[in-house]
């Protein structure tokens, strides 16, 4: 299985005591969160991955690569935690709480779901590590680090995309992506622009080089890939309708949020289609065309404006650290600019959805 090698990849050279943190009930429960939000079990081909990718997947390949590239174990723990709070459909659920353009809603605290673990707060202490020190991923920039600047949880996200969801990179090309990585916490003792911002207020950052036949344009190139399948229509409205399936399920008791966060996708969609109401989900997921509205349109018309995800990562280029702009010129703004893309964000999309189900779901868009 594809997704095996990529996890392989990941773990090389990491170490084996994070092995018995994966196998407690926190982290095994993410086997059944998917990274994508659900498009695993949608009609539309071109949104449906080509292997399942869990979040558990996910968590341990941040972790195992967190300790390779810093050998620190509350920074690999941090890591393995980051996504403990997950509920089934993960952004979706955003989505269903008005919240797309910051995708904040959808998650626990991670400190609260730890602390109902036994198994794995005695590991904690066995091997000496402070709860505190490792229920925010934000405290270590290898972590979770904002926009522009890579972090291990937005590179898993940037090579899982174009590895089983977009479908547009070999297993290959990944793992030359994942050799380019290098993590640099300080840039004490290296020249670099003085009037550069980024480089001024440096605290730790991943930094991408040249890799025997990948180059940068490759890596950019793959971020734009990530950034720009967000973005399409077809997502944008399976993201907002999924939102308002699980409302509307929640609301009529079908299922509640603490089955969303206790139940895998799978169990959630039997636990739905096997009720007398499961026709609506069984429309929406059988849905395969998305289209920009037109005046006469009478289907369900949605607007999405979603979180951009991007990133801009620095280099590391004749012997120092840089900005892209610095090695390839105008070739940076070429890949990164989604300015159309993110204009499209404001036209009206409409997908086949039937009758009925437009009708019961209508009453739950947002205004």
Known sequence: MLVEKYNNLNKQNSNSILDKYFETKTLQRLKGKGLFCGMDYVGIDSLKPREYYSRYDHSKNVAYTAWKLSEDLKVALAGAFHDVGSLSFAHVNSFKKGDSLKQESDELSVKEVLLRDKELLEYLYQDGISLDDVIDGARYPLIDKKIPALCLDRVDGILATCLFWAKTHSFEQIE??????????????????????????????????????????????????????????????????????????????????????????????SKILDSKYGDILKDVLSLDKVEYAKDNDSGLILISKPKIRQANPLCWGHMRVCDIYEITGEFFRELVDLSEDIKLTDRPIVGNLSKETMKVLSRYRRK
């Open 176 to 269: 030359g992506f994942y050799n380019m990585l290098t993590y640099f916490e300080t840039l004490n003792g290296m020249t670099f622009d003085m009037t550069n911002e980024r480089l001024l207020n440096f605290n730790g950052e991943i930094v991408i080089s040249e890799y025997d036949d990948v180059w940068y344009e490759d890596f950019f190139d793959a971020i734009g890939v990530y950034s720009k399948l967000l973005l399409t229509k077809e997502d944008r409205y399976l993201m907002e309708i999924l939102g308002l399936t699980l409302k509307y399920y929640e609301d009529i008791g079908i299922i509640s949020e603490r089955d969303l966060f206790e139940m895998s996708e799978q169990e959630i969609i």
